[in-house]
């Protein structure tokens, strides 16, 4: 079993930048696949970023280029660095991980509550403009 939590969410204007922390416990050696996923009220959850343990990193069309996904394996923690936030920035982000080795680009796909096997709670990121 793997915990996750995430933290470093809040309200920031557009244009300003937060970085969101996902402190991962348990059998976290287990995990290959890691992803920030959100969801904005009405809508779908959609994929964000993207990480694997060979350090391949992707992130959706909208936010390429502003955020930035990382991982630091001896703190067991993934972040996600948002810069130039957007009003349409606005949700609730998720971390999500999973043993199953994936390319980042199939790991965006998956943002169905059982296509990974592990999610936290979430963090909520407000952006005002």
């Known amino acids: 079993q793997v915990q996750l939590v995430e933290s470093g969410g809040g309200s920031v204007q557009a244009g300003g930048s937060l970085r969101l922390s996902c402190t991962a416990s348990?059998?976290?050696?287990?995990?290959?696949?890691w992803g920030w996923f959100r969801q904005a009220p009405g809508k779908e959850r959609e994929g964000v970023a993207a990480?694997?343990?060979?350090?391949?990193?992707n992130s959706a069309d909208s936010v390429k280029g502003r955020f930035t996904i990382s991982k630091d394996n001896e703190k067991n923690t993934l972040y996600l660095q948002m810069n130039n936030l957007k009003p349409e920035d606005t949700a609730m982000y998720y971390c999500?991980?999973?043993?199953?080795?994936?390319?980042?680009?199939?790991?965006?796909?998956?943002?169905?509550?059982?296509?990974?096997?592990?999610w936290g709670k979430g963090t909520l990121v407000t952006i005002s403009s």
């Open positions: 999500a991980a999973d043993p199953r080795r994936s390319w980042p680009t199939e790991i965006l796909r998956r943002h169905g509550v059982n296509d990974m096997e592990y």
């Open positions: 348990g059998n976290v050696y287990s995990i290959y696949s």
């Open positions: 990480i694997n343990s060979d350090d391949y990193t």
